[in-house]
């Protein structure tokens, strides 16, 4: 059974940094792209940032480029997000997702990160 | 930068009826790369639909997808009471890589 555990998140001050963990187990990571997913509260899903499986391949919503950074640890089966210079509206429940041909098939329960003095 | 409207953003129904969601793109979506999920409250999203038509592992045939281009359809045969939630749907491939619908909620009439 694939399982997707995140980590991470909290109360952090407007500019302030936190790192976002994905823990993956049930499948072989190192085969697979991921996605990180968000949701605002009482709001609808933004895709924030992908990876490809080998790490090579990064890619960003526009919205977080050059803030956030989506990188991987294969030999740990874990997925990460550095979240820098952060702003109220980055307020959200954030998602760890596998990435399948063009969607999403297995999700983490998600992390809860706000952003607020 | 493909936008996904969806249409109605509620839908009040009751248990037995059919539900039809509207998904639509404001330009042609490549190769029938549209997705659906359901989420309920305080859970994660949960893949129903992928390439437009095809169902996840695991999901009743009372959910199907159809559509082509920029106009797509989930309907939801007969609605059993754990499918009250919303539902998005989800492009790929043009830049922002990835699109969510804003969302329909189905909720009981």
């Known amino acids: 059974e694939v399982q997707l555990l995140e980590s991470g998140g909290g109360l952090v001050q407007p500019g302030g940094s936190l790192r976002l963990s994905c823990a993956a187990s049930g499948l072989t990571f190192s085969n697979y792209a991921m996605s990180w997913v968000r949701q605002a509260p009482g709001k609808g899903l933004e895709w924030v940032s992908a990876?490809?499986?080998?790490?090579?391949?990064?890619y960003y919503a526009e919205s977080v480029k050059g803030r956030f950074t989506i990188s991987r640890d294969n030999s740990k089966n874990t997925l990460f997000l550095q979240m820098n210079s952060l702003r109220a509206e980055d307020t959200a429940v954030y998602y760890c997702?596998?990435?399948?041909?063009?969607?999403?098939?297995?999700w983490g329960q998600g992390t809860l990160v706000t952003v607020s003095s | 930068e493909i936008v996904l409207t969806q249409s109605p953003g509620t839908l009040s129904l009751s248990p037995g009826e059919r539900a039809t969601l509207s998904c639509r793109a404001s330009q042609s979506v490549s190769n029938s790369y549209l997705a659906w999920y359901q989420q309920k409250p305080g859970q994660a999203p949960r893949l129903l639909i992928y390439?437009?038509?095809s169902r996840a592992t695991g999901i009743p045939d009372r959910f199907s997808g159809s559509g082509s281009g920029t106009d797509f359809t989930l309907t939801i045969s007969r609605l059993e009471p754990e499918d009250f939630a919303v539902y998005y749907c989800q492009q790929y491939g043009s830049s922002p890589l990835f699109t969510f619908g804003p969302g329909t909620k189905v909720d009981i009439k």
């Open positions: 997702a596998r990435w399948y041909s063009h969607y999403f098939d297995y």
């Open positions: 390439g437009a038509s």
């Open positions: 990876i490809s499986s080998s790490g090579s391949g990064t």
